[in-house]
């Protein structure tokens, strides 16, 4: 139950071929061991630049070279952007995402978009941005502005990025990520399953992200919404347990991440992201739309959260479950100790 930089593809794939319920035990007693149980952290994405976007994403319908139902529209009106962010607080949601779909963004815009986060921070939210590259100076003026995380997905493997995007190398990514932690800001990154990779280029992303110098303090894993006029709207469906593994898998080799349900939710039912909750996620993204794509209700997320006892608003831990956890932990460290503990089935009492 170390915190390790160090993974391997192989190590994955092994983690990738223990028994479904086996991974999931193993998910679940790190996330007891790092993250607070039964605590979902619930964030509002809005697209505040929409369309005409000159990179080639081949999943993305904001492309300029791809003939979507996706209106263009011109970066929004900093009160605009406040006012939603106030019902975003409102319906529940912690933390505030604007979302740019831009290569780079221009010197121009700086202004505005530091007005936005020093409004949205005013609210008492957190703030993130995604808002395609950025130069070390534009991180340094974000971060002075009291943005809190910046999104930058990696997307896919190393191998198979130049089959999903020509138009910015896999390395001006990381660029763009280590100018974020040196200006002192949290990163969130992750990924998208389901765009033809093979299973070997969903254990190099995950790779990528656990290896990285800090862990991004969010990891966003998108199941890919398929966009009619994208060149991935016919993309093979990604199966369900499949999907489940890979979040149990990213909890742990990224124990102190939130691992966050994103996009693609809307075609998980229930039991699905129940599933996803006890593998180890524990963020979603509130609101009927991420960016462009659907997404579910708040009203249904907050219905399936009563179900499972899951609050949307940190809560301190009672005596009864600090003594759990503590059972947890002596429970953990006699699985840690026990000769042959790949197999997963010992005797773990205490």
């Known amino acids: 139950m170390e915190v390790r930089h160090n993974w391997t593809v192989g190590e994955v794939n092994q983690?990738?071929?223990?028994?479904?319920?086996?991974?999931?035990?193993?998910?679940?007693?790190?996330?007891?061991?790092?993250?607070?149980?039964?605590?979902?952290?619930?964030?509002t994405l809005l697209s505040i630049k929409t369309g005409a976007c000159p990179e080639d994403c081949k999943y993305c319908?904001?492309?300029?070279?791809?003939?979507?139902?996706?209106?263009?529209?011109?970066?929004?009106?900093?009160?605009?952007?406040?006012?939603?962010?106030?019902?975003?607080?409102?319906?529940?949601?912690?933390?505030?995402?604007?979302?740019?779909?831009?290569?780079?963004?221009?010197?121009?815009d700086m202004p505005h978009l530091t007005q936005m986060i020093q409004g949205v921070k005013e609210l008492g939210l957190e703030t993130c941005m995604t808002?395609?590259?950025?130069t070390p100076d534009q991180a340094t003026q974000l971060a002075d502005a009291g943005l809190d995380y910046y999104n930058h997905n990696?997307?896919?493997?190393?191998?198979?990025?130049?089959?999903i995007i020509t138009t910015r190398t896999y390395q001006d990514r990381l660029d763009t990520l280590s100018h974020v932690r040196d200006a002192g800001m949290k990163i969130c990154s992750g990924g998208i399953i389901g765009m033809g990779e093979s299973a070997n280029d969903r254990a190099g992303l995950l790779v990528e992200l656990a290896n990285l110098p800090t862990h991004p303090e969010s990891v966003p894993i998108n199941m890919l919404v398929k966009v009619k006029g994208t060149p991935l709207e016919d993309a093979e469906d990604v199966e369900s347990f499949d999907f489940i593994?890979?979040?149990?898998?990213?909890?742990?080799?990224m124990p102190m991440s939130a691992v966050r349900l994103s996009a693609g939710r809307e075609n998980m039912n229930e039991q699905m992201q129940t599933l996803c909750f006890m593998a180890g996620a524990n963020s979603v993204f509130y609101g009927c739309k991420l960016l462009t794509t659907p997404n579910p209700s708040e009203d249904k997320d907050m219905q399936?959260?009563?179900?499972?006892?899951?609050?949307?608003?940190?809560?301190?831990?009672?005596?009864?479950?600090?003594?759990?956890?503590?059972?947890?932990d002596r429970v953990v460290e006699r699985v840690s100790a026990r000769p042959g503990k790949d197999d997963l089935f010992y005797d773990a009492t205490v």
């Not at 223990?18 to 619930?42: S, T």
């Not at 808002?131 to 950025?134: E, I, S, T, V, Y």
């Not at 399936?304 to 947890?328: A, M, T, Y």
């Open 15 to 43: 983690l990738m071929q223990k028994p479904f319920m086996d991974l999931l035990f193993e998910a679940q007693l790190v996330h007891r061991k790092f993250q607070q149980h039964n605590y979902v952290q619930v964030s």
């Open 245 to 253: 593994r890979l979040i149990a898998i990213a909890r742990i080799m």
């Open 304 to 328: 399936l959260f009563s179900k499972l006892g899951i609050n949307s608003q940190q809560v301190s831990q009672r005596p009864d479950e600090i003594e759990e956890n503590e059972l947890l």
């Open 61 to 108: 319908p904001q492309s300029a070279r791809y003939t979507t139902d996706i209106d263009k529209e011109r970066l929004m009106e900093v009160e605009r952007v406040l006012d939603a962010a106030n019902k975003a607080k409102t319906a529940g949601s912690t933390r505030f995402c604007m979302g740019a779909a831009w290569k780079n963004p221009k010197q121009r």
């Open 154 to 163: 990696l997307d896919t493997s190393p191998e198979f990025y130049g089959n």
């Open 131 to 134: 808002l395609g590259m950025l």
